[in-house]
């Protein structure tokens, strides 16, 4: 019978190596980080910030003729943040994703579960990859789609438990229902995507769900082997959370030049409306980019629109980009923002904001490990001083060095 059991196990582990792929894979992410102005302006007598925060995940993916299953387990911590001797971590083993798709014919599939959900450029959606949790949504993404076109028809509900009575939801800064459309189109040497998003918070006061709608497009276009150009445009209506009419926009390019192998150049601007003297009113004219990976945008300082700068003045942002490789695998990148206001800060205050430069350098070890390192440093303006209620004049600059470990565990190739 045990002989049975063994043949019956082996017959079904080759039956899944042939018909299926198996693989596990893993990250560790450690990163230090010096903070002293990171987000917003240092006030003075505090001391900077020093700490290390990691990252590990565990990745399991099944892929099958009929479906896909995946599962990615992570623990993030900063360390110290828990005895030696612990008998529980501060936050735990946290499922990232955990979802399945389901394909029913070879051009119409389903993903059901937590997953994240990133497009185009990651302006609208994203990963949020550089924050050590990352995000994810639990949705449902219809997906259709041959060689010639991608359509995603995306929906999501959101409750806080099992409920009999009472639909009320209150996590901050999660929506309470969003629905999208995304279609993307290749060409020979251009592609376009367009993107719909209903976006319903919920204000827990009024026990509501309101809605917004963000519409545009990415577009992409190769001119020649050296030079590119991309695209944003995007306009916010409906209401947002209070009731306020919404009426806000977003447009943005950038402009990629290949100057030899080892230098690349970019130069690049994008606008966001906002609000005058952050008053609102009844109507609300400042944009918010909701689920992008905001980190990559607006210099890596993160002063605007990562969990700040929501319904404020807007942002105008100039930057000029430099990167070049330093032999095979190293690399080093050098970019300059300039950052003023779309709208009126206050009485008598010039709308410029300040300049960043930010610095990163990588180096490939292996293919499995990547070493990065970083320095921004802000140099504010009194605009920036007035919406950050600042104006202390002491220095605000950013270091970070992370090691990045993405192994391969099994493959059933």
């Known amino acids: 019978m045990k002989i049975k059991n063994l043949l019956l196990i082996i017959l079904t582990l080759v039956a899944v190596q042939s018909f299926a792929q198996v693989t596990i894979s893993g990250e560790l992410?450690?990163?230090?980080?010096?903070?002293?102005?990171?987000?917003?302006?240092?006030?003075?007598?505090?001391?900077?910030?020093?700490?290390?925060?990691?990252?590990?995940?565990?990745?399991?993916?099944?892929?099958?003729?009929?479906?896909?299953?995946?599962?990615?387990?992570?623990?993030?911590?900063?360390?110290?943040?828990?005895?030696?001797?612990?008998?529980?971590?501060?936050?735990?083993?946290?499922?990232?994703?955990?979802?399945?798709?389901?394909?029913?014919?070879?051009?119409?599939?389903?993903?059901?579960?937590?997953?994240?959900?990133?497009?185009?450029?990651?302006?609208?959606?994203?990963?949020?990859?550089?924050?050590?949790?990352a995000r994810s949504h639990d949705a449902a993404i219809f997906e259709f789609g041959n060689e010639n076109y991608k359509l995603d028809l995306g929906i999501a509900y959101n409750q806080e438990t099992e409920a009999l009575f009472g639909d009320l939801y209150t996590i901050a800064g999660n929506y309470k229902a969003m629905q999208y459309a995304w279609f993307h189109k290749d060409w020979s040497n251009f592609n376009a995507s367009f993107l719909m998003?209903?976006?319903?918070?919920?204000?827990?006061?009024?026990?509501?769900?309101?809605?917004?709608?963000?519409?545009?497009?990415?577009?992409?276009?190769?001119?020649?082997?050296?030079?590119?150009?991309?695209?944003?445009?995007?306009?916010?209506?409906?209401?947002?959370?209070?009731?306020?009419?919404?009426?806000?926009y977003l447009v943005g390019l950038d402009l990629g030049y290949k100057a030899s192998e080892k230098f690349n150049l970019g130069l690049g601007f994008e606008i966001q409306s906002g609000n005058d003297y952050s008053s609102i009113g009844d109507k609300n004219k400042a944009f918010t980019p909701f689920?992008?990976?905001?980190?990559?945008?607006?210099?890596?300082?993160?002063?605007?629109?990562?969990?700040?700068?929501?319904?404020?003045?807007?942002?105008?942002?100039?930057?000029?980009?430099?990167?070049?490789?330093?032999?095979?695998?190293?690399?080093?990148?050098?970019?300059?923002?300039?950052?003023?206001?779309?709208?009126?800060?206050?009485?008598?205050?010039?709308?410029?904001?300040?300049?960043?430069i930010d610095l990163v350098y990588s180096h490939k070890l292996n293919k499995d490990v990547t070493i990065g390192a970083g320095y921004s440093q802000m140099f504010a303006s009194e605009g920036l001083e007035v919406v950050k209620n600042n104006s202390d004049g002491n220095i605000n600059n950013w270091a970070w060095l992370m090691v990045t470990i993405k192994p391969t565990l099994f493959s059933s190739k």
């Open 29 to 133: 992410r450690p990163r230090a980080e010096y903070r002293n102005g990171y987000k917003t302006l240092t006030p003075n007598d505090v001391d900077a910030a020093l700490f290390v925060s990691q990252r590990t995940r565990l990745n399991t993916k099944f892929i099958s003729e009929d479906y896909t299953f995946f599962v990615s387990l992570q623990d993030v911590r900063v360390w110290g943040d828990v005895k030696q001797l612990n008998t529980s971590d501060q936050n735990g083993i946290a499922i990232h994703e955990a979802w399945g798709k389901i394909k029913f014919s070879p051009n119409f599939s389903a993903k059901l579960g937590r997953q994240e959900i990133i497009y185009d450029d990651h302006r609208i959606f994203g990963d949020v990859g550089w924050t050590q949790q």
């Open 197 to 248: 998003l209903n976006n319903g918070l919920q204000n827990i006061d009024a026990e509501k769900t309101r809605y917004s709608q963000t519409y545009g497009t990415h577009l992409k276009y190769k001119a020649s082997d050296v030079l590119s150009f991309s695209a944003n445009a995007y306009l916010q209506a409906g209401n947002d959370v209070v009731n306020n009419d919404l009426n806000a």
């Open 291 to 356: 689920y992008g990976t905001n980190h990559k945008f607006n210099g890596f300082m993160d002063y605007f629109y990562v969990g700040n700068h929501i319904n404020s003045v807007g942002l105008v942002d100039i930057n000029a980009k430099i990167a070049t490789k330093l032999g095979v695998k190293s690399s080093l990148t050098a970019i300059v923002h300039n950052f003023s206001a779309q709208a009126e800060i206050a009485e008598g205050v010039d709308k410029q904001l300040g300049t960043e």
